[in-house]
């Protein structure tokens, strides 16, 4: 995981993780990262403080600090709960409903779900609400025939 401190089109500074620099530049580009202030996708990563660690010790030894950032908003004390904005947070959680409703109130089909989809699809079986595994490719030839799938999202906390 990658933090980087980020900064808007008006200036407004924050912090995000991500899962590599690659994973940042993807989700800038389609706009997933924006701003808790004012809610801009037009984010750029801002100037940051390496964290060095020393040989000796294995501790880490701050580098030179940068000049600090005027902050224009309310500014957050530094701690583990300002690492996700409350946004990010509330989020977290409607995708948590989401997918809990979806487990809840669907049939898990495992791997049989393009087939199944195609069933009920071209009217072999009766429609009710399904959820499995496809691969992208798999994916993308349902949606090329005609037949809606979308991905369950993936929580950060399920990978742990």
Not at 14 to 34: D, M, N
Not at 60 to 82: H, K, L, M, Y
Not at 139 to 149: D, F, P, Y
């Amino acid at each position: 995981m990658i933090r980087y401190a980020l900064r808007c089109e008006r200036d407004h500074t924050f912090e995000s993780w991500f899962q590599s620099s690659s994973a940042y530049e993807s989700q800038v580009k389609r706009k997933l990262v924006e701003c808790p202030t004012c809610g801009s996708t037009k984010v750029e990563k801002a100037i940051m403080a390496p964290r060095i660690v020393s040989k000796k010790g294995r501790e880490a030894v701050p580098a030179p600090a940068a000049p600090a950032p005027v902050p224009t908003q309310e500014v957050i004390p530094p701690g583990p709960t300002s690492l996700l904005m409350a946004q990010e947070r509330e989020l977290r959680a409607k995708l948590k409903e989401l997918r809990d409703h979806i487990v809840k109130n669907a049939d898990d089909v495992g791997e049989r779900f393009p087939t199944e989809a195609r069933k009920m699809h071209y009217g072999e079986t009766e429609h009710r609400p399904i959820y499995g595994e496809a691969s992208l490719d798999e994916a993308r030839e349902l949606i090329e025939e005609g037949i809606e799938v979308a991905p369950i999202p993936v929580l950060p906390d399920d990978r742990n």
